[in-house]
């Protein structure tokens, strides 16, 4: 049934140990990013969009990316996606080097990627129905996501009845149908309103605590990028480049309460800084 498609899976990679040739278990959601550059050229001009990324992401990880506009976030997303080419360095999940666009990846776009034809079971069921999986898995995916996104009485509801939480609600459910060992997303919840946003976020948080599905996330909020995370990577322009990188010092299980601890002010305030300069 599709239920036994939650299992994770781990492959196996060569591991130079002290001199040695080891093997050590490499889980599929793992990201590694290693010397990354992206440079834009034509006959008249370079621009070095992002130099010497490094960055790891382990499996079930929850990261978010902040920065000025201009540093290379939604590159670097879409690179990891498969969907841009790096210039130098490379991006493996799971041990393998990402070449291209993969099914192990899901991705979240601010805007409502939903196919407007179709229902909203439809949806969810799009990316399942073409890798063939039967009828009675696909209907079994389809209810659990409409579970998980609380949206189960609107099963044969059409995006342009929908509101826009709801439709970025099943953007993500339709991701995570295809049993992504990632998910990518690129601000996701900057075109909703304050008080939709802070319940996207919410349902984020559980979606992914059920799941145990990575996330890696891009955003310009500071308050949202704290809520989420588990650890947040700081950006700079010029080119595009880690300044620093910060765990979250907060619960795992997390309420709109945690707002107002001093942990996470004290969070606040050093990002507003370190951004502002």
Not at 123 to 133: A, F, M, T
Not at 138 to 165: M, T
Not at 224 to 246: D, N, Y
Request: with cysteine; charged share 25%; net charge positive.
């Amino acid at each position: 049934m599709a239920m036994e498609a939650l299992k994770r899976e781990t492959i196996f990679e060569e591991q130079p140990a002290e001199g040695k040739t080891g093997v050590r278990a490499v889980p599929r959601g793992e990201i590694a990013i290693r010397g990354l550059q992206k440079v834009y050229e034509t006959k008249k001009s370079r621009f070095e969009a992002l130099r010497n990324i490094d960055l790891n992401i382990g499996t079930n990880e929850f990261v978010t990316i902040v920065g000025p506009s201009g540093c290379g976030k939604s590159t670097l997303l879409r690179i990891v996606a498969g969907l841009d080419e790096l210039t130098a360095g490379s991006v493996a999940l799971g041990g393998e080097e990402v070449i291209g666009p993969g099914a192990e990846r899901g991705m979240v776009f601010q805007g409502y990627t939903l196919f407007p034809w179709l229902t909203v079971r439809e949806n969810i069921e799009y990316g399942p129905k073409l890798k063939g999986i039967p009828t009675l898995e696909r209907r079994a995916l389809s209810n659990h996501f409409l579970k998980v996104i609380k949206l189960e009485p609107f099963a044969g509801a059409y995006p342009k009845q929908l509101s826009g939480g709801m439709k970025q609600r099943v953007a993500i459910a339709r991701a995570l149908a295809n049993r992504p060992k990632v998910l990518l997303m690129d601000e996701p919840f900057g075109a909703l309103d304050a008080q939709t946003k802070l319940e996207m976020q919410e349902m984020l948080l559980e979606v992914w605590e059920k799941e145990k599905t990575t996330v890696l996330f891009i955003t310009h909020d500071i308050d949202e990028a704290i809520f989420l995370s588990q650890r947040i990577v700081v950006m700079g322009a010029g080119p595009g480049r880690i300044l620093k990188t910060f765990e979250v010092p907060l619960p795992d299980k997390r309420s709109p309460e945690v707002r107002e601890l001093p942990e996470f002010l004290a969070l606040k305030r050093e990002l507003g800084q370190l951004l502002k300069h």
